[in-house]
C-alpha cells in the first residue's frame, strides 16, 4: 500500500480501452484529476481495467466515461456507461463468476464473466468499497471509494521509463474468437514495432501460418467449438516443423482449467493483461530467454 497519483493510471487505461471502444463507435471519455490515492496500485489497477472492459463490453451505443469526484478524504473513482443497464434484481449477481447478462446460450464472444467478479474480489480484499448504481436500458455507474493521501506522499516513478522500450519487429499470429480483442491486440502489438496476424480460430490460424508464417504464436486457450489455445499452439508448431515461440492467454480461474493449461508447457498469463506484462514477455522471448510457464 502506498500513495499514488490516479492521473497517470486514467491515462493508461484509456490508451489500452480506447480503441476497443472506437472500433465498437462508442466514444471514451476520461475526465483528469489531480487526486492522489492511496491504497495499492497494481490492484486499483486491474479492478478499473475489469470495470471499463466490462463498461465497453456491454455499451453498444453512446460511450463510457471515466472519472473521479473526492468526498470526505475520499475519491471516488467512477466508471458510467450508456449501456444495456442492469435491473435491480440482477445487480449483485453480476458480480458472481460466470454471470453474464444478455448470454443464456454462453456465447463466448461475449466473454467469459469473469470480470465484475474480479473487481469485487480485488476491491474486499484491499476494503475498498464498489458500488453499483443501474437502471435496465439506462446505462450504469460503478463507483470505487479509495482513501486520498496528500500528494507529499507520492513516489513518483523513474523519468520516461516507457521510452525506453525497444521495438520488437517480430511477426505475431495472434488467436482469439473475440473480434474486440484482436482489434485491440493488432493496434498494441503494431505500435511495439511487430507485425500482427489474427485468426478466430485453428483452422483460420492454420491457412494464416501457411501464407505467412509467424515468428510467435498468441493463443487464448478456450477456443471456438472447445478448441484449447493449445491444441492450436500444437498444431501450428507440427505445421510450421519446429518449436514456434508462443504464449498461452486465459481468464479461467477453474483449478481444473488452469492445470491443463500449465501442462501444455506454453507460457501462461492471466486476463486481464497489462502490456507492460505483455511487452516484457514478447521482449524476453524474441531474446531467446525462457519464460516461466
Not at 473526492?70 to 460466470?98: H, P, Y
Request: overall charge positive; hydrophobic content about 45%.
Amino acid at each position: 500500500m502506498r500513495a499514488f497519483l490516479l492521473q497517470p493510471l486514467l491515462i493508461k487505461i484509456e490508451s489500452e480501452l480506447a480503441p476497443q471502444a472506437n472500433t465498437k463507435g462508442l466514444f471514451y471519455r476520461t475526465r483528469d484529476s489531480t487526486a492522489t490515492l492511496y491504497s495499492d496500485p497494481a490492484l486499483v489497477e486491474l479492478i478499473l481495467r475489469n470495470l471499463v472492459s466490462n463498461a465497453v463490453r456491454y455499451t453498444e451505443h453512446g460511450g463510457v466515461l471515466v472519472a473521479c469526484r473526492r468526498r470526505n478524504g475520499v475519491a471516488l473513482l467512477e466508471v458510467w456507461d450508456t449501456g444495456i443497464g442492469i435491473a435491480a434484481e440482477q445487480q449483485e449477481s453480476v458480480f458472481q463468476e460466470f454471470h453474464q447478462l444478455g448470454n443464456p446460450e454462453r456465447d463466448r464472444q461475449k466473454g467469459l464473466g469473469l470480470g465484475l467478479s474480479i473487481a469485487r474480489g480485488l476491491a474486499m480484499l484491499l476494503r475498498l468499497e464498489l458500488t453499483l448504481c443501474s437502471e435496465s436500458g439506462r446505462g450504469s455507474l460503478f463507483r470505487l471509494a479509495i482513501p486520498l493521501a496528500p500528494q507529499a506522499a507520492v513516489q513518483r516513478p523513474p523519468a520516461n521509463r516507457l521510452q525506453r522500450r525497444r521495438a520488437l519487429p517480430m511477426k505475431v499470429l495472434v488467436i482469439d474468437d473475440d473480434p474486440v480483442v484482436c482489434a485491440s491486440m493488432q493496434r498494441l502489438l503494431s505500435d511495439w514495432g511487430c507485425t500482427c496476424l489474427v485468426a478466430g480460430s485453428v483452422s483460420e490460424a492454420l491457412v494464416l501460418a501457411a501464407i505467412q508464417p509467424p515468428d510467435m504464436l498468441i493463443s487464448d486457450y478456450r477456443l471456438r467449438s472447445n478448441s484449447t489455445g493449445a491444441q492450436a499452439i500444437a498444431a501450428l508448431r507440427q505445421q510450421a516443423g519446429r518449436d514456434l515461440p508462443a504464449l498461452l492467454v486465459t481468464g479461467d480461474t477453474a483449478p481444473a482449467r488452469l492445470r491443463e493449461a500449465r501442462a501444455s508447457g506454453v507460457p501462461l498469463l492471466h486476463k486481464p493483461v497489462a502490456p507492460d506484462q505483455l511487452y516484457s514477455a514478447l521482449d524476453h522471448i524474441q531474446a531467446g530467454l525462457i519464460m516461466p510457464s
